[in-house]
Nanobody, 122 residues
Framework: QVQLVESGGGSVQAGGSLRLSCAASGYTFSDKCVGWFRQAPEKEREGIARIYTGNGLTYYADSMKGRFTIFQDSAKNTVYLQMDSLKPEDTAMYSC???????????????WGQGTQVTVSS
C-alpha cells in the first residue's frame, strides 16, 4: 500500500520559515517526479515546485521562485519543501504528490498525500 505522508506544517508569523517533509512508504521516490502543491480555502489548487529525483532537476512555478526550495534525501526516501519569508497569503493546505517521470514533471501524479496545514499570521 502506497502512502505519502506530509509533515512539518504549523503556525508561523510572517517572515518565518517552515520545512515540510513528504515521506513515502510502500513506494520509492527513486527516478520519479515528486511535486508540492497547495490549496487555500475557496481557491484552486496551485503547483509550487517539482523535482525529478533521478538527477535532482527542479521546476518552480514563477510566483514561487525565490522563497521556496524543493530538495530530496534519497536515503530517507523523502522530499522536502523549504519555505522562507512566509507571508499570510501562503496560508493553505500543502500536499505532495508523486508519479512516473514526465516531461518537466508536469504530467499527472499517481499518488497524493493528505496534506499538512500551514498558517501564516501577520
Amino acid at each position: 500500500q502506497v502512502q505519502l505522508v506530509e509533515s512539518g506544517g504549523g503556525s508561523v508569523q510572517a517572515g518565518g520559515s517552515l520545512r515540510l517533509s513528504c515521506a513515502a512508504s510502500g513506494y520509492t521516490f527513486s527516478d520519479k517526479c515528486v511535486g508540492w502543491f497547495r490549496q487555500a480555502p475557496e481557491k484552486e489548487r496551485e503547483g509550487i515546485a517539482r523535482i525529478y529525483t533521478g538527477n535532482g532537476l527542479t521546476y518552480y512555478a514563477d510566483s514561487m521562485k525565490g522563497r521556496f526550495t524543493i530538495f530530496q534525501d534519497s536515503a530517507k526516501n523523502t522530499v522536502y519543501l523549504q519555505m522562507d519569508s512566509l507571508k499570510p497569503e501562503d496560508t493553505a493546505m500543502y500536499s505532495c504528490a508523486a508519479g512516473r517521470v514526465s516531461p518537466l514533471c508536469s504530467g499527472g501524479y499517481d499518488y497524493w498525500g493528505q496534506g499538512t496545514q500551514v498558517t501564516v499570521s501577520s
